[in-house]
Every structure is written in structure tokens, then in C-alpha cells.
């Protein structure tokens, strides 16, 4: 069954260095989305994707944060500078056009020291 | 703000019995309404859905029902079984498509 994938399933760095995190969605999903959920706390909208633009985005996205699908089949979350407060796991999800089911991916667990 | 709300952290439950999962919502915008489950070091599985032009949606074990008078939603799941134990959230949106936005979660723990 397709699966979206995640990469790196942890990533530990240091207070204001820059951060990669990567996905590949369903290969026939459109629309892609990312989340984060800090430890103890409820899993948050940050930003959803489609046809190389953002379609929707949350308080939480803010300069420091970026979307990109460099490719056919990889999107990616950049934080250009971490924060300490950005130790989460981030989620990717993808939905088939039409449906409203998103599916998630395993997370990457970032830790920011 | 807590547009989704799970009041209940956790619930304990004997295998072959009945689990009822509860989430109300404030957003009377929402227009959709999912459950997810998760198991630790996992992502969010999709269980069940239901659009709110409908006040039950039933598969295999797993039934939602919605009250939109009350903004209540609760999944029921018949029979439990232990595999079943994880955290169980409860997310709606407004529109296909657009953001989910999450309960805290349930967790159900599911005794043989």
C-alpha cells in the first residue's frame, strides 16, 4: 500500500542553525501539507501545498519557515534558523484531489539544543 | 483556542466491550470531521470520516456519529480489541482539503 515517507526520522541540531526536513507524498497525491506536534500538545496546522504555491498557512509559519517541491516527487520543509521552541515532531501529509483524507507520514523527530 | 476538544485523556476499556471516544467542537464552520489513530513513533492513521449532511457513518467496527445541534461527535468502536489501544484524535475542517485542526487526543488502552 502507498505510504508517504519521511526523512530523517530524527535530526538534532544546534539553537539557530538551518534545517532540511523531507517528505515524499503518495505519488498520485496533489495537495501537501505539513504539521507539528510538541511534546504533550495537540498536533498543529503549519502549512498546506499545491501546484508550486501555498495554498494555506498558520501563525506558526512565519518568516523563518519555507515550502519548496524541488522535484516530482520530494517536498520539503526548511527552517532557516531554529529555535529551541521548534523541537517537535513535523508531520507530512498528502490527499488524493477530491478526497479530504489526508495521510500522514511517520514524522521526523527535531530536536533543537 | 480549542475549536476541537477532547475532554477525556484517557479511557480504559475490556476487550469484546464497547469503546465510546467523545470530541466537541466550537466552529459551527466545520464542515467535516475525521478520526485518526496513532501509535507511538507513528504517524496519524486515517480511521473514519463524516461530512456534516450526515449524523452517522459506519465501517467494519468503527462508527461516528455526529450531533451538530450540540457540536458533538463521539466514534464508537464494537468489539474492542486490543490492538486498538492508541491515541485517538479527533480533527475537523471547514472545507475538503483545507487544514485539520485536532483535539488533543484519547488515549484508549484496550485490556485483555
Known amino acids: 500500500e502507498p505510504e508517504v515517507t519521511q526523512t530523517p526520522s530524527h535530526q538534532v541540531t544546534q539553537m539557530g542553525q538551518e534545517v532540511i526536513l523531507r517528505c515524499v507524498p503518495i505519488?498520485?497525491?496533489?495537495?501537501f501539507y505539513w504539521y507539528r506536534q510538541i511534546l504533550g500538545q495537540k498536533v498543529e496546522f503549519l502549512v498546506s501545498?499545491?501546484?508550486?504555491?501555498?495554498?494555506?498557512k498558520s501563525e506558526i509559519f512565519d518568516d523563518q519557515f519555507s515550502v519548496e517541491r524541488p522535484d516530482g516527487s520530494n517536498f520539503t520543509l526548511k527552517i532557516r534558523s531554529t529555535k529551541l521552541e521548534d523541537s517537535a515532531m513535523y508531520f507530512c501529509?498528502?490527499?488524493?484531489?477530491?478526497?479530504?483524507?489526508?495521510?500522514f507520514g511517520p514524522g521526523t523527530r527535531l530536536t533543537v539544543l | 483556542d480549542q475549536q476541537v476538544k477532547q475532554n477525556s485523556p484517557s479511557l480504559s476499556v475490556q476487550e469484546g466491550r464497547i469503546s465510546i471516544l467523545n470530541c466537541d467542537y466550537t466552529?459551527?464552520?466545520?464542515?467535516?470531521f475525521l478520526w485518526y489513530k496513532k501509535y507511538p513513533a507513528e504517524g496519524p492513521t486515517f480511521l473514519i470520516s463524516?461530512?456534516?449532511?450526515?449524523d452517522k457513518n459506519e465501517d467494519g467496527r468503527f462508527t461516528v456519529f455526529l450531533n451538530k445541534s450540540a457540536k458533538h461527535l463521539s466514534l464508537h468502536i464494537v468489539p474492542s480489541q486490543p490492538g486498538d489501544s492508541a491515541v485517538y484524535f479527533c480533527?475537523?475542517?471547514?472545507?475538503?482539503?483545507?487544514?485539520?485542526?485536532f483535539g488533543k487526543g484519547t488515549t484508549l488502552s484496550v485490556s485483555s
Open positions: 501529509a498528502s490527499i488524493l484531489t477530491g478526497h479530504n483524507e489526508q495521510f
Open positions: 505519488s498520485n497525491h496533489l495537495y
Open positions: 501545498f499545491y501546484n508550486n504555491e501555498i495554498s494555506e
Open positions: 466552529n459551527s464552520m466545520f464542515d467535516y
Open positions: 463524516i461530512s456534516s449532511i450526515k
Open positions: 480533527a475537523a475542517n471547514r472545507k475538503a482539503g483545507t487544514a485539520l485542526i
